[in-house]
């Protein structure tokens, strides 16, 4: 671990473009000399004993909840877990009201995941404990970036520069497409995005992207390939006019891969749906780096709590 020669002067996680390269090539480094601990046979290190880490998922997670609290335990923190059912959210508390709750039983940091965009700055803001951005409404989903950001470097090392990567699906509801754009044009990688043009984001003209629609273009020259789910729980009526239409042009399959530069391997930050995003036969197949993403998950959110809970405090967000 090479904190002392690096002061970590972030309270909080909210997105990527809060983080200096450097900064984030650090926290990568963390992550990679605390993944060690996950190979051991006692999966234990001490360095967060006596810290105490609140996970308030107001919405529905596998990964991201289960990593964080698996990281957390991994380092010797207790955990707590709370959801919107089950908390006093249900009868009607204010999510102002139940952060200061928590806040008043002294966490180290609080890790939420709420549908509205904005949530994990409006806590940030209020809260002197730390505070990780796990997804809120459409905006952001930090630690999903910089895991696969992680993934990315496992398999390429650090030559991010120069590489394409095509973010394929529903990006206009996704907040891991945001992130995701703003980490990979920031670590020097080109970006491009397919999707109908219902399912671009608003604004899209003014992003650091290319645009494209139909798959078979946008897949020439790419090195890696992510696919997104279509986020019906977020979406209008009427933007998707046809299920089996989108699947039979979006849903990414191995004919589609071999269009792409040799050795392409395709992404997913899950929940998946086969046949409809990425198809069986691709998310079970070699070129898949989805099971990867989720083990880098674990690292990472090691590496975030460790920064965030032992940071000294030196007045930054
Ligand atoms: N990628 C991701 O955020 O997955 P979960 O919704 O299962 O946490």
């Known amino acids: 671990m090479q904190q002392d020669k690096f002061i970590w002067r972030h309270k909080d996680l909210l997105d990527v473009d809060q983080l200096t390269k450097e900064e984030v090539f650090f926290l990568l480094d963390t992550a990679a000399s605390l993944h060690e601990v996950n190979l051991r046979p006692v999966k234990k290190a001490p360095v967060l004993k006596g810290k105490s880490i609140i996970l308030f998922f107001a919405e529905d997670s596998t990964r991201t909840k289960t990593s964080f609290d698996i990281a957390g335990k991994r380092l010797s923190a207790d955990t707590f877990a709370l959801g919107r059912s089950g908390s006093s959210m249900q009868k009607g508390e204010s999510l102002k009201d139940t952060a200061l709750t928590l806040e008043a039983m002294h966490p180290d940091v609080i890790v939420i995941r709420h549908n509205c965009s904005g949530a994990a700055q409006f806590l940030a803001e209020r809260l002197n404990c730390g505070v990780v951005n796990a997804g809120d409404g459409w905006h952001a989903h930090p630690t999903q970036a910089l895991l696969d950001a992680f993934t990315l470097r496992r ?128 998310a079970d197949s070699p070129d898949s780096l989805i099971l990867t993403q989720v083990e880098s998950g674990v690292a990472v959110r090691m590496a975030v709590l460790f920064l965030l809970a032992t940071r000294t405090d030196a007045g930054g967000r």
């Open 155 to 282: 398999h390429w090392g650090d030559a991010f520069e120069g590489k394409t990567v095509l973010i394929v699906g529903d990006c206009a509801h996704s907040r891991v497409c945001r992130s995701n754009v703003k980490l990979l044009t920031m670590l020097g990688a080109n970006v491009r995005l397919c999707a109908p043009r219902t399912l671009l984001p608003a604004g899209v003209d003014s992003w650091p992207v290319e645009v494209y629609s139909d798959l078979n273009k946008a897949l020439p020259g790419v090195d890696i390939v992510m696919c997104l789910r279509l986020q019906l729980e977020r979406m209008q009526a009427g933007l998707l006019p046809d299920m089996r239409e989108y699947s039979a042009r979006y849903c990414l399959t191995p004919a589609h891969l071999a269009l792409a530069n040799p050795g392409t391997k395709v992404m997913h930050p899950g929940p998946i749906m086969r046949g409809n995003d990425v198809s069986a036969a691709l």
